[in-house]
């Protein structure tokens, strides 16, 4: 059975040309056993109509403040009521504003204010007006405020410009919200806490073109960052070079190198962070001397030597320093995965190690899914296979209780 089965959804449609992705969106959730009515911003009739949404939603659209008939059992304030998870798809650049600045001049952004619901966002808009210090301020203050966002998504718009700005696609929302919805209890206890998580994979220089690195994707850390900074926790990621967007509300800072990795990582924890989980795939070598030059291919001599060294170990300089109260490892092996995870777990005196088996294909490096086994002194965890979404919601929840027990 769905997450979304019997959840009543709000749907907010604001003017964009992104509108007729709601539409796709409607059919996903009511497929799913959600139940949908829509709320219509004033601009967003030009692009997608009332018949159309009711049709598909079942359910009669709303699109003014002041109707008579609605209001005369104040009907905005029901409607904020009723809604177990408002949605906002898409979200123009002139709503984010206005919800920002707390106004309630539509139905809309009075449902909003209104709601104790929790209130996610699809940005959608142009490149520049998605980049403009305008909308990323409006961005960051929503997100401070606890509202939570999917995209926007990087590439090609109606306008001809390419860059960030496009709405995700229905599918992507619809598993998001899924997602979301997935646990029972969300971690909602982390208030006044600080989490460091690094994620992705670290590169490693040869020369100025080619580098050692390895298939880590970041989806794992990425979703630890989400479902930490959900819960209430200040959250730093510190991420190598990955694809995905930074989770609102999260801190980013960007590194390359196992280097650069280990020193961000001493700069963030010098206030001493409550938790600290290393869910990076940090290269273990580099280069013991980095070429200034691109290396150029020896015709005349079939092999190339390369001399390696040891990269720093993150995770263990980090405990050693005691920059965490909590420290979080994780062991990613192709055999005897919980021998291995649980010598890691002394060598490196972590408090839990999380392994998984990269040699499975189904889990691991660049899947959407992951089964891991948690260990700890005192005891081993087995979560059932999920989606790293759903499962970063249990580790989230399984390391703060464990932090209540140091």
């Not at 304030?77 to 707390?102: H, T």
């Not at 015709?299 to 109260?325: H, M, R, S, Y």
């Not at 005192?378 to 209780?401: D, G, M, N, R």
Request: charged share 20%.
């Amino acid at each position: 059975m769905s997450n979304l089965t019997s959840k009543r959804i709000l749907l907010g449609i604001t003017g964009g040309i992104a509108a007729y992705k709601s539409i796709e969106l409607i059919r996903l959730l009511t497929k799913a056993g959600a139940e949908v009515q829509v709320v219509l911003t004033e601009g967003a009739k030009a692009f997608v109509t009332e018949m159309t949404l009711q049709a598909i939603s079942t359910n009669p659209v709303r699109s003014t403040l002041l109707d008579p008939a609605a209001e005369a059992g104040m009907g905005h304030i029901e409607l904020a009521k009723w809604a177990d998870l408002i949605v906002i798809a898409p979200a123009s650049a002139d709503f984010m504003a206005r919800y920002a600045q707390g106004m309630a001049n539509d139905l809309l952004t009075t449902l909003c204010l209104a709601t104790e619901a929790p209130i996610i966002l699809a940005p959608a808009m142009n490149q520049a007006m998605w980049r403009h210090p305008a909308t990323q301020t409006n961005a960051k203050l929503l997100a401070e405020r606890g509202v939570l966002s999917i995209g926007p998504a990087d590439g090609s718009q109606a306008c001809g410009d390419i860059g960030p700005g496009r709405m995700s696609e229905a599918a992507d929302i619809f598993v998001y919200l899924n997602d979301y919805l997935a646990a029972d209890s969300k971690p909602q206890n982390l208030t006044g806490q600080h989490w460091v998580i690094t994620a992705g994979p670290t590169m490693e220089a040869i020369d100025p073109v080619r580098y050692i690195s390895n298939h880590s994707s970041g989806k794992m850390g990425y979703a630890l960052a989400q479902a930490a900074q959900q819960g209430g926790a200040k959250v730093t990621l510190i991420s190598g070079p990955v694809t995905l967007e930074t989770p609102q509300g999260v801190t980013l800072i960007k590194v390359k190198s196992a280097d650069d990795m280990l020193l961000a990582c001493q700069q963030a924890t010098i206030q001493k962070a409550d938790v600290f989980i290393g869910a990076a795939a940090v290269a273990d070598f580099k280069m013991k001397s980095q070429s200034s030059q691109k290396m150029k291919k020896q015709t005349d001599n079939d092999e190339l030597q390369l001399t390696l060294v040891k990269n720093p170990d993150i995770i263990a300089t980090i405990a050693k320093q005691q920059g965490a109260k909590c420290m979080v490892g994780f062991a990613a092996e192709t055999q005897d995965v919980i021998t291995y995870a649980k010598s890691k777990l002394e060598r490196k005196g972590l408090d839990i190690i999380i392994a998984n088996d990269v040699s499975r294909s189904d889990i691991g490096f660049n899947q959407d899914e992951n089964q891991v086994t948690v260990i700890s002194k005192e005891q081993t965890w087995f979560p059932e296979k999920a989606s790293k979404q759903q499962l970063a919601v249990q580790l989230v929840e399984h390391i703060y209780q464990y932090t209540q027990s140091l």
